[in-house]
């Protein structure tokens, strides 16, 4: 008999994925059926049969295949895993296996490249993780890990860990690929390579850059940028050593929710499309949006691009080594800096009227409409008819500068595997460690525009009954005016997290016991200046045109109150645990369980809220304010060999949580509970390829503030998410379709308004008319589908009018790749 102890914490990932032996430059899996080898989130490298996990990973050739246009996108043919990837690049929410999207961003996964975190948190507001991740051909699989083992395999990942890995260059090989939008506008080239220099010496580079105006009518070069990462890698006796570089530097549009008219009930509701603004491949954005100006952070006036959209920069460097000293012990280290920063700059409807009743309701009765900017700039506008639909909507530009969001990681290991009678053991500890700056300035500005799309929303201009100009050039307010002069905001703080870890496995025979610990405690220090609950309005005057004179929307000027910054200054702790079992009943059939419990240090979201002192920056109510925790438990059978490979797993998820809402500023707690059954399959016979997923989740909240919410499904979770990809491959060509789609949800935790069901259904065709040549068509979203992922409403306004985000409608991309 063969038992399997394993007592694996953070070892994070398996030193495998840097190591010679694994050099992911492989078009797929590492391996054929029961023998393919899991990386991410176990302590060694495992066959996916053995492990006790949940996970699935997308290799090179299917990424291509895909050509999903963000990693978020990518994320959604993961099962088990809900991306809301409708913004664009970036500024996605992602969730897993019932565990709430309650804020922005990833909250419970960590997103990593290579096997150490992007960000320290997924969650940053304004500055989510998934900003900074390109998946290019760079990428070599892209693995995730779903359920409780993630929460001791990487701080702050209750959820999940989605690692993306990169190519080393260990075998001979590269492309070079031009892309090119049929019917949209888009240029991308994509290339990589690597060789070995020497027995002993390889390398790998790879990157790519892209522009256009993108996949909705924006009026304007939208899209520009790209990135180039890097890596070499040295062996030698015992070990090996590798340093590796990244360069980002991107800019994109970040969609926000959008008008849209919706009719019927809240339980039947019919989204439709407002005249003159498909919800799919229109938005707020234009060039007729004059740049915003505002003071900024330091109180200076500034100006600031509304084309800027979601802008990044980051310029990453880490060395990873693994050295055998002998006696079957092992050392391994990774590290990474990277120096993050950018601007977050997207228009947000804080409500959508007729044109007529959002000029009274900022001039007073009596008000007319001039059109400020664009070819008609200084016109009076009819009310009824301005932007063809009659419609204007107060806009708060949400301005936030991404001073710096840098990041300092290290994970450093040491490994012994030995035997003993009936059997061998492994045993790992370390210790994992980093640093996560959040600085940040939000300087949120309002405006009136026009709801048109083809890129021809233009800002207006209200004068009253008297004929007096309220507005200033578009501008209603040099502050956040439409939200009652909140959220004018400026954050410098450190966050230093710290985790030992302890590993220890046994094996004899079939049976596999896991069990995994982690131990996190860190501090958070720096400074929080703002204008929100505590700290007075911070409105005052400032004449941005200088003409002598303050006009009704210079009085309404956001200004940081900089002599009344408050303190952060507080440290947390959390444990987590899981304990799990695999059982193999044949070589292809196993089945397993698992208990976690993980916790998440909510950081930047915590702040500006009574979890954390005014007065001294300390935790008065402890660091339960600050720490959310997840208890899950699962139970799966797998099966893999002849072709065929099915994967079941069932589980349950409870989530407490402490949430701070911004306008008005409210702190609440929330408990989730969640169950359902994850599904994974895949079959190939000959050139046929088939993989599915589907995730049924039956999610309730147990305990909230608002108490006619309690026994709610929490917002947007869908009962049942799932994808499909079926495939067909020859020498000649390949041919392929791709569907991802999801039941309705509710909008809100009211569970009134309904967000109906959609699937978006891709496709893709590359044909090979000569060696090394490879000509490729790619369609998203085929049948140009409308399918809503949020909406801020909970029911149905008297005026019809939701604002909703949709994926973006039917692209078709060309291109062409030679190969060497």
């Known amino acids: 008999m063969k038992l399997r102890i394993a007592l694996c914490a953070s070892a994070a990932l398996s030193s495998l994925i840097a190591s010679p032996a694994f050099a992911q430059d ?463 905001r400026s954050y410098d703080v450190d966050y230093s997290t710290y985790a030992p870890f302890a590993s220890l496995s046994l094996e004899l025979d079939r049976l596999t016991i896991d069990a995994s610990i982690r131990y996190d405690f860190g501090d958070a220090s720096g400074t929080i200046t703002g204008a929100d609950s505590g700290f007075g309005l911070g409105v005052g005057s400032f004449d941005f045109n200088r003409n002598g004179v303050i006009s009704p929307a210079e009085a309404q000027t956001g200004i940081l109150p900089l002599g009344s910054a408050r303190p952060v200054n507080y440290s947390f702790d959390y444990f987590s645990f899981s304990l799990g079992a695999n059982y193999l009943i044949t070589d292809d059939l196993g089945v397993f369980a698992r208990y976690s419990q993980g916790g998440r240090h909510t950081a930047d979201r915590s702040l500006f809220s009574p979890a954390v002192s005014a007065v001294d920056g300390s935790l008065p109510g402890g660091d339960a304010g600050v720490i959310a925790q997840v208890d899950q438990l699962e139970v799966g059978v797998k099966y893999q060999g002849n072709g065929l490979s099915l994967f079941a797993t069932g589980f349950f998820a409870k989530t407490a949580e402490t949430n701070v809402d911004i306008a008005p500023l409210v702190l609440f707690d929330t408990e989730f509970e969640a169950f359902g059954i994850e599904l994974e399959g895949a079959y190939r016979s000959g050139p046929f390829t088939l993989s599915a997923g589907a995730t049924w989740t039956d999610a309730e909240i147990k305990d909230a503030l608002a108490v006619a919410t309690i026994g709610n499904t929490p917002r947007r979770q869908a009962d049942l998410v799932y994808q499909a990809t079926a495939q067909y491959d020859s020498e000649l060509f390949t041919l392929g379709a791709n569907i991802v789609g999801t039941t309705d949800s509710f909008t809100q935790d009211n569970n009134q308004l309904i967000l109906p069901a959609f699937a978006q259904v891709n496709a893709f065709l590359a044909v090979r008319p000569i060696d090394r040549v490879e000509i490729g068509l790619n369609a998203q979203n085929l049948f140009n589908a409308t399918g809503f992922t949020e909406a801020e409403e909970g029911a149905i306004p008297a005026n019809g009018l939701v604002r909703a985000r949709s994926i973006a409608g039917r692209t078709v991309l060309a291109s062409v790749r030679f190969d060497f």
Request: net charge negative; with cysteine.
């Open 26 to 488: 492989n078009a797929d899996s590492t391996g054929t059926e029961g023998e393919e080898i899991i990386v991410t989130a176990v302590a060694r490298g495992q066959n996916r049969i053995e492990s006790s996990v949940s996970v699935s990973a997308i290799g090179a050739e299917a990424i291509a295949n895909l050509a999903a246009p963000s990693s978020a996108d990518l994320i959604r043919q993961i099962p088990g895993i809900r991306s809301e990837a409708s913004g664009g690049e970036g500024n996605a929410n992602i969730a897993v296996r019932g565990i709430p999207v309650s804020t922005g961003g990833a909250r419970y996964i960590q997103l990593q490249e290579d096997g150490l975190p992007i960000l320290e948190f997924g969650d940053i507001i304004f500055g989510n993780a998934d900003n900074f991740l390109r998946a290019d051909r760079s990428v070599a699989r892209v693995e995730a890990v779903r359920g409780g083992s993630a929460s001791t395999f990487a701080s702050n990942a209750p959820g999940a860990v989605i690692n993306f890995i990169s190519k080393t260059g260990e075998q001979e090989g590269g492309a070079i690929q031009a892309s090119v939008g049929l019917d949209f506008e888009s240029y991308r080239l994509d290339f990589d390579y690597g060789a070995p220099l020497a027995d002993d010496l390889y390398f790998h580079v790879g990157g790519f850059y892209r522009t256009g105006e993108g996949p909705r009518d924006i009026g304007y070069n939208g899209y520009d940028g790209g990135q180039i990462k890097a890596n070499i890698t040295k062996e030698f006796d015992g070990g090996y050593i590798r340093f590796s570089a990244k360069y980002l530097d991107d800019r994109t549009p970040t969609i926000l929710p959008q008008p849209v008219r919706v009719g019927g009930t809240n339980g039947n509701p019919d989204y439709q499309a407002i005249a003159g603004f498909d919800p799919r491949t229109d938005s707020l954005y234009s060039p007729f949006l004059t740049p915003a100006q505002s003071l900024d952070g330091n109180n200076n006036p500034a100006s600031y691009d509304f084309r800027d959209g979601l802008s990044v920069k980051s310029l990453a460097f880490g060395i990873e080594s693994e050295i055998d000293v002998g006696g079957g012990w092992t050392l391994t280290n990774r590290f990474r800096f990277a120096d993050n920063s950018g601007g977050f700059q997207s228009p947000f409807p804080a409500g959508a009227d007729p044109a007529q009743t959002v000029a009274n309701g900022i001039g007073g009765a009596g008000s007319r409409i001039v059109i400020a900017t664009g070819p008609n700039a200084g016109q009076t506008a009819d009310a009824a008819t301005i932007g063809g639909n009659g419609l204007l909507t107060n806009v708060v530009v949400f301005n936030t500068r991404l001073n710096s969001l840098d990041n300092v990681t290290n994970d450093f290991r040491v490994n012994k595997a030995f035997d003993f009678s009936g059997g061998t053991a492994n045993f790992t500890t370390g210790f994992y460690l980093s640093r996560q700056t959040i600085d940040t300035d939000w300087l949120w500005t309002s405006h009136v525009q026009t709801v048109q799309g083809d890129g021809q929303a233009v800002l207006v201009d209200i004068r009253n009954a008297a004929g007096n100009l309220v507005t200033q050039d578009g501008t209603v307010g040099f502050g956040a005016s439409f939200f009652g002069n909140c959220c004018r």
